[in-house]
């Protein structure tokens, strides 16, 4: 493992979490957050993005100029992995060279998986990433625009879209194919399967 540098964690996207350590060799459980899931494979050099603790601030000089915690400091670092096998649930469960104990692989719980945004696989026209739905225009079945994406959450079993609409209330609309139809990464516009004024509940 390379020692970590500093990182700016907006320019790096995550396509993994470390959940935990499992057993006593140094493996952990992975829950991925991308659907090419041979980024995993063994012999696979992957960047870490991890919170490390901040350093120690000076004392103050009195107890009432007290400062508040300092924030984890993000920093990347690369792994190998040394080997990979299924976990349960769809979890992906590796071993990273070096790692060889419990503790070594606990050291990683709650870092992220990530690739830079220009080293993501491409897609074909008809998929896409979740963070580019951000500032999609949004239109009506007939083509009529009526709003922008203002952002996505992914909420286990029930994603949504949060919409401004062109007169600045806020929509929220289930993220399935019945109410959204069809999306255009190329004209950046998402086309509603019904119009989005039998939508508005928020």
């Keep these: ?11 790096w996207v995550r396509i993994g979490r ?7 060799a140094g493996w952990v459980k992975v829950e991925p957050l991308t659907d090419f899931y041979e980024r995993f494979s063994p012999g696979a050099c992957l960047t870490l993005l991890r919170r490390m603790a901040a350093p120690a601030a000076t004392p103050p000089v009195a107890a009432e100029a007290a ?3 300092a924030e984890p400091i993000p920093h990347v670092e690369q792994v190998v992995v040394a080997d990979a096998r299924d976990g349960p649930k769809g979890s992906i469960q590796l071993l990273f060279t070096g790692i060889e104990t419990c503790e070594g ?5 709650g870092s992220y998986i990530v690739v830079r945004a220009e080293d993501r696989m491409p897609l074909a026209d008809d998929q896409f990433y979740t963070d580019e739905l951000t500032g999609l225009v949004v239109c009506n079945p007939d083509g009529s625009e009526v709003g922008t994406v203002e952002g996505f959450d992914d ?3 029930n994603p949504y879209l949060t919409l401004r609409t062109a007169d600045g209330r806020e929509a929220l609309v289930p993220f399935r194919r019945v109410f959204v139809a069809r999306i255009d990464r190329r004209q950046r516009r998402l086309h509603l399967a019904v119009p989005l004024a039998t939508l508005m509940f928020a």
């Design 1 to 11: 493992m390379h020692d970590p540098q500093p990182a700016d964690p907006t320019s």
């Design 18 to 24: 470390i959940a935990r350590e499992v057993g006593l």
């Design 67 to 69: 400062t508040e915690p």
């Design 105 to 109: 692989a606990r050291a990683l719980v």
């Design 155 to 157: 909420v286990p079993g």
